[in-house]
């Protein structure tokens, strides 16, 4: 009775932690300006489904893919082993499913292979990380927290899988001992291989393995679940609506500033009335974006889905090209600098803190560094859109700041006075077809 009271204390606590987190996180993304969705409810459930749930994109590098699908699909089935673990828990029952005979054996058996077959991907995980250094994991922005995470939560799985495994493998040799409460259920095909491990232990020694290793692994995966939403681990929860608020329009489409659609078309229509007063009294908005709440909702939702992988980094033709900007700390950035200004929010209200996404996180220098060629947004496996991001933090620095390269400047000026980029007067420009 007194562990049924322990587990449920601390079931329940968990649950509640873990659900003001995602009050912080929903906080966190209202700081940003809200969006308007269009409809397509259809179109937007097929990406999530290919893209959030099928994995669709992350084939694209085909070893990481597989065992990440193996990674996803032990985390499936860990929840449903779950509902039986939690039952148990509350009820003081075991194996409270065990009535569902040889489907149930046939579930246990297949918790088992994933569980091997998670601990392996773990382990290939650990060693691409730490031991290949592959590229894209030593970015200048992959600094100590970033690779402690990554880390630390494979290692976390490995333990998980363990226990669950010492677990079974107690849990069977009670059943062959006819221990009372232990009923016979259940097919072990993985953990028996551990039954030498335990040859001599008796009934309570066995006891005191099977329950130490139900308690680990189920504070585990409590602390595990309290872990997500301080980690980029995340990505598992915010990959779902991330990709069905994908962008649907083709992806080198920019959105019109809506005050600046405004103007050009008063300036065209000659029944306008340049000196009539705004239809309301509303402040104009700032051009672009400086800071995180001038970014939108969906923008915001996209720093707490980005799995940190780099993908986009490795494939950024400004990074690869030794310039400043990485993609994938343009995320982590205005993450951080979310989560920045939502604690400071709570703390002291709505009052400045003096700092901006732009400068304090994000420099002039990565902001013009990119090309807009979308090679990011296209590789990154949850569909995440950097572009949109970098785009309104410049369109802020150009016409809120006049603030633009050198080389731009000209550019534009030859633009306004030739009708083409180049030093040349309109007449003179095809002079290179005779030449
Ligand atoms: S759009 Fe910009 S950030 Fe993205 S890959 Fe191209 S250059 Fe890099
Ligand atoms: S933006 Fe996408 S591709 Fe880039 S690091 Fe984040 S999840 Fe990976």
Same mark, same amino acid.
């Given at each position: 009775?007194?562990?049924?009271?322990?587990?449920?204390?601390?079931?329940?606590?968990?649950?509640?932690?873990?659900?003001?987190?995602?009050?912080?996180?929903?906080?966190?993304?209202?700081?940003?300006?809200?969006?308007?969705?269009?409809?397509?409810?259809?179109?937007?459930?097929?990406? %999530?489904?290919?893209v959030?749930?099928?994995?669709g994109k992350?084939?694209t590098r085909?070893?990481?893919?597989?065992?990440?699908?193996?990674?996803?699909?032990?985390?499936?089935?860990?929840?449903?082993?779950?509902?039986?673990?939690?039952?148990?828990?509350?009820?003081?029952?075991?194996?409270?499913?065990?009535?569902?005979?040889?489907?149930?054996?046939?579930?246990?058996?297949?918790?088992?292979?994933?569980?091997?077959?998670?601990?392996?991907?773990?382990?290939?995980?650990?060693?691409?990380?730490?031991?290949?250094?592959?590229?894209?994991?030593?970015?200048?922005? %992959?600094?100590?927290?970033?690779?402690?995470?990554?880390?630390?939560?494979?290692?976390?799985?490995?333990?998980?899988?363990?226990?669950?495994?010492?677990?079974?493998?107690?849990?069977?040799?009670?059943?062959?001992?006819?221990?009372?409460?232990?009923?016979?259920?259940?097919?072990?095909?993985?953990?028996?291989?551990?039954?030498?491990?335990?040859?001599?232990?008796?009934?309570?020694?066995?006891?005191?393995?099977?329950?130490?290793?139900?308690?680990?692994?189920?504070?585990?995966?409590?602390?595990?679940?309290?872990?997500?939403?301080?980690? !980029?681990?995340?990505?598992?929860?915010?990959?779902?609506?991330?990709?069905?608020?994908s962008k649907?329009e083709p992806k080198t489409a920019?959105?019109?500033?809506?005050?600046?659609?405004?103007?050009?078309?008063?300036?065209?229509?000659?029944?306008?009335?340049?000196?009539?007063?705004?239809?309301?009294?509303?402040?104009?908005?700032?051009?672009?974006?400086?800071?995180?709440?001038?970014?939108?909702?969906?923008?915001?939702?996209?720093?707490?889905?980005?799995?940190?992988?780099?993908r986009c980094t490795s494939v950024c033709p400004?990074?690869?090209?030794? !310039?400043?900007?990485?993609p994938?700390?343009?995320?982590?950035?205005?993450?951080?600098?979310?989560?920045?200004?939502?604690?400071?929010?709570?703390?002291?209200?709505?009052?400045?803190?003096? !700092?901006?996404?732009?400068?304090?996180?994000?420099?002039?220098?990565?902001?013009?560094?990119?090309t807009t060629c979308n090679a990011c947004s296209e590789i990154c496996p949850v569909n995440i859109d950097p572009v949109s991001?970098?785009?309104?933090?410049?369109?802020?620095?150009?016409?809120?700041?006049?603030?633009?390269?050198?080389?731009?400047?000209?550019?534009?000026?030859?633009?306004?006075?030739?009708?083409?980029?180049?030093?040349?007067?309109?007449?003179?420009?095809?002079?290179?077809?005779?030449?």
């Amino acid at each position: 009775m007194i562990s049924q009271i322990i587990f449920t204390v601390i079931f329940t606590g968990s649950i509640l932690w873990f659900f003001s987190s995602l009050k912080k996180i929903r906080d966190n993304i209202f700081l940003g300006k809200k969006v308007t969705v269009k409809g397509e409810v259809k179109e937007r459930l097929k990406i %999530m489904a290919r893209v959030a749930l099928g994995q669709g994109k992350m084939f694209t590098r085909p070893v990481a893919g597989l065992l990440h699908l193996i990674v996803y699909l032990g985390f499936l089935i860990v929840n449903i082993e779950m509902l039986e673990i939690v039952i148990d828990g509350v009820a003081g029952t075991h194996r409270v499913l065990s009535f569902m005979g040889g489907f149930y054996d046939f579930l246990i058996a297949s918790f088992e292979f994933f569980a091997v077959a998670v601990i392996i991907a773990c382990i290939v995980f650990l060693i691409r990380r730490n031991i290949l250094k592959i590229k894209r994991f030593h970015n200048p922005e %992959m600094t100590k927290w970033p690779k402690t995470d990554a880390n630390l939560i494979l290692i976390f799985e490995i333990l998980l899988m363990t226990a669950f495994l010492t677990m079974n493998a107690a849990d069977s040799l009670l059943q062959q001992l006819n221990a009372d409460h232990y009923v016979k259920a259940g097919a072990f095909p993985f953990s028996s291989f551990l039954h030498p491990l335990f040859s001599g232990f008796d009934i309570q020694q066995l006891i005191i393995v099977e329950r130490s290793a139900w308690w680990f692994h189920i504070i585990g995966v409590l602390l595990f679940l309290n872990y997500l939403p301080i980690s !980029k681990h995340f990505h598992i929860i915010m990959a779902f609506p991330n990709t069905y608020f994908s962008k649907l329009e083709p992806k080198t489409a920019l959105d019109n500033l809506e005050a600046v659609t405004r103007e050009v078309k008063l300036m065209l229509d000659p029944n306008a009335n340049p000196y009539e007063a705004p239809a309301s009294n509303e402040q104009p908005g700032r051009f672009g974006a400086k800071d995180v709440t001038d970014l939108n909702r969906i923008q915001l939702l996209n720093a707490y889905t980005c799995t940190e992988c780099g993908r986009c980094t490795s494939v950024c033709p400004a990074n690869i090209t030794g !310039k400043k900007l990485s993609p994938r700390k343009i995320m982590m950035d205005v993450r951080d600098r979310m989560e920045e200004l939502g604690k400071h929010k709570r703390q002291h209200g709505n009052v400045d803190d003096g !700092k901006a996404l732009i400068r304090d996180y994000i420099s002039e220098e990565e902001i013009f560094a990119c090309t807009t060629c979308n090679a990011c947004s296209e590789i990154c496996p949850v569909n995440i859109d950097p572009v949109s991001i970098i785009i309104d933090l410049r369109r802020y620095l150009v016409m809120e700041e006049s603030k633009l390269p050198q080389e731009w400047t000209t550019m534009l000026t030859n633009i306004e006075n030739n009708g083409a980029p180049w030093q040349f007067s309109m007449n003179d420009r095809l002079n290179w077809v005779n030449e």
